[in-house]
């Protein structure tokens, strides 16, 4: 942890003031303290003014104190995690990875703007339709239960017929969710592209930015996706990265809804 905190460049290092060279010391040698430490704490302990402290703070690189906390409370969580991690053997321990990969690669690609907007979407619909296949229709049901419970009419459907036939009845007040791992899946696709002509709203779920439902949608919600996968015989690929968009807009839409 000590090397991307404190490997400051020479020319930086070079305008700290003697207090700020002396508290930058102070805080290496106490650093498993400082992250639970107030500015007040710091200041009386290292028995330097509160404005040194911000100023070090920005001049090596952080908003504040914080942010500089912050970052430290985040390295020992990675550190902790690595800890827990020693004695486990090295093919689970990539499982492990590649999971903690997806979740948090999706909760980055993800916009506070787009899911305000999804948000807003599915309130003004007067009834939500969710169309799936395969592993992601556990996604779609988890989806409809809980939106079922915050009082929105939904329905789910996953037969490819039920799918066509629905999608020509849809109205325009309502809104269309495609859970869709590659967003290429046939029925799904006909489905938007029958939505489209009657102008009813689509938001998509996928894993895939350039795929023909992202194309067709009204907006796509995206997750992140690793290439590996230990049942390479079947079509089973891990929807972890559906299921963490699901949450993240069900959980705001209850946020922005009870406000």
Known sequence: MEEPLFNIPHHTYSTLSQAERYLLEYIHQHIGDIATMSIVKLSEQANVSTATIVRLMKKIGYNGYTSFKYRLKQDKKMMDADDSLRDID???????????????????????????????KIHDAERIYIFSRGFSEMVAKEMM???????????????????????????????????????????????????????????????????????????????????????QEYEVRSRLSLNVIARILLDAYVIRTKK
């Open 145 to 231: 239960i809980k939106l079922q419970a915050l009082d929105k009419i939904c329905e789910t459907h996953e037969d490819p017929n039920i799918i066509r036939v629905k999608s020509r009845k849809v109205g325009k007040n309502d809104l269309a969710i495609f859970v869709s791992l590659n967003g290429e899946t046939a029925e799904l696709v006909e489905a938007c592209q029958n939505l489209n002509i009657r102008q009813v709203t689509t938001i998509t779920l996928t894993t895939k930015v350039d795929s023909t439902l992202s194309e067709l949608s009204d907006m796509t919600l995206l997750g992140y996706k690793t290439d590996h996968s230990l049942f």
């Open 90 to 120: 090295d093919d689970i321990k990539q499982v492990i990875r590649k999971n903690e990969e997806e979740v948090h690669k999706t909760i980055q690609l993800q916009s506070v703007g787009q899911i305000e907007d999804a948000v807003q």
